[in-house]
């Protein structure tokens, strides 16, 4: 494809994944800044309250996820970006200036509901824009920049901590009251950044065709591939067009789809149920659990965030020349092997430096794999029509998985211990693996029409 405008497709394709970056952000920034707003909140004693300043935000997940959906094929794909700018926005700056509990909790659900419905779009809309050729590599972006986000929290999160406590860990008053302020504040530049770019990037060309607006979706598909790419693409979609129904709630259960809706809603529980998340969530328990002193975890949380971001690389670069289904099944396996021998450490109690390269590992094979490759999947295999609500739902789900994921680690933990909880995930990433084998077609070099076409027969 000869004409291909790669440059356009990559700054509109980054300009909808600075979603991924600040849900990346929004998501992990306050693991490092719960040591510093419990004690001003007076939380350290009710572990309730803790836990619903850990996890309040995902009730904004899931209302965002599912109200997204329909609302981006309602109204559009940019609008849908426009308003999480917003809301990312209005919780940085309201989260870190926040001096009661409850105005915490509500702009944390603000930034939960930016979360959910950026996680839902952004990935849809590179998916829309970019041709099949380079499609996947292209949607691994959005999880790129979720992962540069997660880093970037890491990092911000540790320069300010060691800033404000004099590079030590004793907490002081002036600490306690301004490090996780601005922890939340430095994520409203690129929220700002985010809105105003937004603006710029075109709407989704097949969203335009889709809705009777053809000849806007044709100078978008003429800048982005040339007169001839534009033609076919518009040629399939009206191929498609004697098939689209109007959208309701059954609709999304109709026999013809059913199928491909149960394989996004099990690949987006099975992306969460793997377990790789609570390495994050709960970074500073499984590290000490390994026997790593307070003053290395932080250090050893920003080694995980950096192996995160070079295998994601590593997946774009991979993406459209091994296929997805090669990279999920090599990424299940692969999880499914190392938390075996990692449950096993844990039960001989192996600690120190294996422990750290083991959970290396684990990051490694998930960031190149499941992490990326669920989004990649699922922005492909819904028909245009019901994309966004499919993807709502399959993304509802995802954010259920996660919460059961933080909530029952805990429990998990404390009955099974570190090994036992381990051997439970590797068991689900056996699972995941033989479904993957078994369902997931390849979708590695086909438009998004063919796709439907083959999937939906």
Same mark, same amino acid.
């Given at each position: 494809?000869?004409?291909? /405008?790669?440059?356009y497709?990559?700054l509109?394709?980054?300009?909808?994944?600075?979603?991924?970056?600040?849900?990346?952000?929004?998501w992990?920034?306050?693991?490092?800044?719960?040591?510093?707003?419990?004690?001003f909140?007076?939380l350290?004693?009710?572990?309730?309250?803790?836990?619903?300043?850990?996890?309040?935000?995902?009730?904004?997940?899931?209302?965002g996820?599912?109200?997204?959906?329909?609302?981006?094929?309602?109204?559009?794909?940019?609008?849908?970006?426009?308003?999480?700018?917003?809301?990312?926005?209005?919780?940085?700056?309201?989260?870190?200036?926040?001096n009661?509990?409850?105005?915490?909790?509500?702009?944390?659900?603000?930034?939960?509901?930016?979360?959910?419905?950026?996680?839902?779009?952004?990935?849809i809309?590179?998916?829309?824009?970019?041709?099949?050729?380079?499609?996947?590599?292209?949607?691994?972006? /959005?999880q790129?920049?979720?992962?540069?986000?997660?880093?970037?929290?890491?990092i911000?999160?540790?320069?300010?901590?060691?800033?404000?406590?004099?590079?030590?860990?004793?907490? /002081?008053?002036?600490?306690?009251?301004w490090?996780?302020r601005?922890?939340?504040?430095?994520?409203?530049?690129?929220?700002?950044?985010?809105?105003?770019?937004?603006?710029?990037?075109?709407?989704?060309?097949?969203?335009?065709?889709?809705?009777?607006?053809?000849?806007? +979706?044709?100078?978008?598909?003429?800048?982005?591939g040339?007169?001839?790419?534009?033609?076919?693409?518009?040629?399939?979609?009206?191929?498609?067009?004697?098939?689209?129904?109007?959208?309701?709630?059954?609709?999304?259960?109709h026999?013809?789809?059913?199928?491909?809706?149960?394989?996004?809603?099990?690949?987006?529980?099975?992306?969460?149920?793997?377990? &790789?998340?609570?390495?994050?969530?709960?970074?500073?328990?499984?590290?000490?659990?390994?026997?790593?002193?307070?003053?290395?975890?932080?250090?050893?949380?920003?080694?995980?965030?950096?192996?995160?971001?070079?295998?994601?690389?590593?997946?774009?670069?991979?993406?459209?020349?091994?296929?997805?289904?090669?990279?999920?099944t090599?990424?299940? +396996?692969?999880?499914?092997?190392?938390?075996?021998v990692?449950?096993? +450490?844990?039960?001989?109690?192996?600690?120190?430096?294996v422990?750290? &390269?083991?959970?290396?590992?684990?990051?490694?094979?998930?960031?190149?794999?499941?992490?990326?490759?669920?989004?990649?999947v699922?922005?492909?295999?819904?028909?245009?029509?019901l994309?966004?609500?499919?993807?709502?739902?399959?993304?509802?789900?995802?954010w259920?998985?996660s919460?059961?994921?933080?909530?029952?680690?805990?429990?998990l /933990?404390?009955?099974?211990?570190?090994?036992?909880?381990?051997?439970?995930?590797?068991?689900?990433?056996?699972?995941?693996?033989?479904?993957?084998?078994?369902?997931?077609?390849?979708?590695?070099?086909?438009?998004?029409?063919?796709?439907?076409?083959?999937?939906?027969?």
């Amino acid at each position: 494809m000869k004409q291909t /405008n790669m440059f356009y497709i990559l700054l509109i394709s980054l300009v909808s994944a600075m979603g991924g970056l600040l849900f990346g952000y929004d998501w992990v920034v306050i693991g490092g800044a719960k040591i510093f707003y419990e004690p001003f909140f007076g939380l350290e004693g009710l572990p309730a309250m803790r836990g619903w300043a850990m996890s309040c935000a995902l009730v904004g997940c899931l209302a965002g996820a599912l109200l997204a959906g329909m609302w981006s094929d309602r109204y559009g794909r940019k609008k849908m970006l426009i308003i999480a700018s917003v809301l990312f926005t209005v919780s940085a700056v309201g989260v870190g200036a926040a001096n009661g509990f409850a105005w915490f909790v509500i702009y944390r659900i603000v930034g939960g509901f930016g979360i959910g419905i950026a996680s839902n779009v952004s990935p849809i809309y590179i998916a829309e824009v970019a041709p099949s050729s380079i499609r996947g590599r292209f949607v691994s972006l /959005n999880q790129l920049t979720i992962v540069l986000g997660i880093l970037a929290a890491q990092i911000v999160n540790w320069a300010i901590a060691r800033h404000f406590t004099a590079g030590g860990e004793t907490l /002081n008053p002036q600490s306690v009251e301004w490090a996780w302020r601005w922890m939340f504040w430095v994520g409203a530049v690129p929220a700002v950044v985010f809105f105003v770019l937004s603006f710029v990037i075109p709407e989704s060309p097949r969203w335009l065709a889709v809705n009777g607006r053809e000849e806007a +979706a044709r100078k978008t598909f003429v800048r982005i591939g040339g007169g001839q790419y534009a033609e076919e693409a518009l040629q399939e979609i009206r191929q498609l067009s004697g098939r689209k129904e109007k959208l309701s709630l059954k609709s999304l259960f109709h026999p013809s789809v059913r199928r491909v809706l149960v394989i996004g809603v099990v690949l987006a529980v099975f992306q969460q149920w793997c377990g &790789i998340n609570v390495i994050f969530n709960y970074a500073h328990e499984i590290f000490s659990a390994a026997g790593y002193a307070v003053s290395d975890v932080l250090m050893n949380i920003v080694v995980t965030g950096v192996t995160n971001v070079l295998f994601t690389l590593l997946a774009v670069y991979t993406v459209d020349r091994w296929g997805r289904r090669a990279l999920m099944t090599m990424g299940s +396996a692969g999880l499914a092997v190392i938390y075996a021998v990692l449950g096993t +450490a844990y039960y001989f109690e192996v600690s120190g430096m294996v422990m750290l &390269i083991l959970v290396v590992l684990a990051i490694a094979a998930y960031a190149m794999s499941l992490a990326p490759i669920v989004w990649v999947v699922l922005s492909e295999i819904f028909p245009t029509r019901l994309r966004g609500a499919m993807m709502a739902l399959s993304t509802f789900c995802l954010w259920a998985a996660s919460f059961v994921l933080t909530y029952t680690f805990p429990l998990l /933990n404390e009955w099974l211990k570190a090994s036992g909880t381990f051997w439970v995930y590797g068991g689900i990433c056996l699972a995941g693996f033989f479904f993957i084998l078994r369902y997931l077609p390849e979708t590695k070099g086909k438009s998004l029409e063919q796709i439907e076409n083959e999937i939906t027969k």
